[in-house]
Structures are given as C-alpha cells and as structure tokens.
C-alpha cells in the first residue's frame, strides 16, 4: 500500500476516440453532468472526436467539465487538407488537446519530432496539452521501457516549457486489451518519468501532473490513484459509459 502525499491537483481524462455521434456525445453529458456536479477537487476532461467539439463546448459552458480535443496540427492555416489548428480547436471551445497518442503513433506514423511540433504550436495557442508516451509489449519484456521513455520525453519535449503540460504514461500493451499495469508498475514507471522531467524542467516537473491510461476502469481506479506519482487517468473504453466514467472521476479520495 502506497502512502498518498501527492498535492497535484486530479486530472481525469475521457477520451472516446472514434465513438459517439454528435447525438450520442449530447446524451452523454446530459446523463454525466448531474452526476459530477460539485466536484470541485479535479479536473475532468472529455475529449471527443472533432464533430462533437462545437456541440459539447455549449453544453459544458459553465460546468466542472472541460473539453479536449483528440489531436491537432502543427501550422495555423495552409493547405493541409483534412487537418485542424491550434486556433481553431480553441475557436470550437476547447482548453486541452491530446498529443502523442499511441494510437497515433503506430496507424499515423507520428514521430517523436511531428508530435513535438504539435506540442509547441498547442502550447503557444493556449491549449494545455496531454503528451502521451508509452512502450510496446515486446519492449517491456526486453527491458527497454525506459530507454523507451527517455527517448520519447527528450525528443518530444525539445525546447517546449512545463507551463500547460500533462504527460499521460500509457503502456501500450495495455489500451485496449484489458490488460493493466499493476499499481507497482504504474508507480516504478510514474517515477520514473517524472525523474526524468526534472532532467528538463527542473524542480517545476514536480507541479506537471501525470496521468495513466491503459485499461483504466471503474475497479481499478482507487488503486492506482493511490500511487504517489499516479495524479490521474487517460480513460478510453471505461469512459463511453457516464455510469462508468463517474464512477472514475469519484474515485476514492486519501
């Protein structure tokens, strides 16, 4: 058991991918909303696909609930068919952007230089971006993960500040397949990167929050909250339910 000291304030974090209609995501918030009402200890994001961002941005007005977008790209305006800026996801009502995905990475062929660009283009619009990082399967088991870290925080986080940042460790053989990190290897990983986030900011990395994302769920949660260096979840499948995601943002507390 884990003695909780940490006094970074709670982010938790529903990101949807490619799920939900516009009437769907509209169904959702109003069935989430009363819920999670008076909640004021944490920040609770949900992160639609683009379509919903303009709809739910009206419903969150005024509400504990913030908006997230999935992605975004690196230059302002241009001929970049299909792709959104920073300026305009902020246009569209959101505050947060998920960049780095795995998801991302592995059907996209993000580098660790393309994401680092959107981080910056991200951070000097004004959003405040969750940098997602994160080993294989097969990198574990041949003990790269931190070599794997290392790199993916040096070389994404090149010349950006701390100011705005929320990295999301998320281990990629574990989104999506049921699978999670044991509390111990949630922390030893935690730890770990937020070791090496001192390295390039300093005493500020101990203000930078980082999340866990891998199969998070309602049975979980308590447990790996209780992880000192643990400050919050990056939620996929757990949180296209709102029963399922309230009970996620209600996780034990202390």
């Known amino acids: 058991m884990f003695l909780n000291i940490k006094m970074r304030r709670p982010c938790l974090a529903a990101n949807w991918k490619m799920n939900k209609t516009i009437p769907e995501a509209i169904d959702f918030v109003d069935s989430f909303l009363p819920a999670v009402s008076g909640i004021d200890d944490a920040d609770i994001l949900i992160a639609p696909p683009f379509p919903s961002l303009f709809a739910l941005a009206e419903k969150l007005a005024g509400t504990e609930v913030r908006l997230s977008a999935q992605n975004v790209f690196y230059e302002e305006k241009g001929a970049f068919t299909g792709e959104v800026s920073p300026g305009m996801l902020r246009d569209a009502g959101c505050e947060y952007v998920i960049v780095g995905h795995s998801e991302r990475r592995q059907y996209f062929y993000e580098s660790d230089e ?6 910056k283009a991200a951070l000097k619009n004004g959003l405040r971006v969750i940098f997602c990082i994160g080993e294989s399967l097969s990198e574990r088991e041949t003990g790269k993960t931190f070599d794997v870290l ?9 010349d950006v500040g701390g100011e705005g940042l929320i990295v999301a460790y998320e281990p990629v053989w574990a989104i999506g397949t049921g699978k999670t990190a044991t509390p111990e290897q949630a922390q030893e990983a935690h730890s770990y990167i937020r070791s090496k986030l001192r390295e390039v900011f300093g005493g500020h990395a101990d203000a930078i ?34 029963e399922s995601f309230e009970r996620i943002v209600k996780f034990k507390r202390g």
Do not use: F, H
Not at 114 to 119: E, L, M, Q, T, Y
Not at 221 to 242: N, Q, T, W
């Open 209 to 242: 929050r980082i999340l866990y994302g891998g199969s998070v769920t309602p049975e979980n949660i308590d447990s790996l909250m209780a992880c000192p260096d643990v400050d919050g979840g990056l939620v996929g499948g757990a949180s296209l339910k709102s």
């Open 150 to 158: 290392t790199g993916q925080i040096r070389n994404g986080l090149k």
């Open 114 to 119: 393309i994401i680092n660009r959107k981080i």
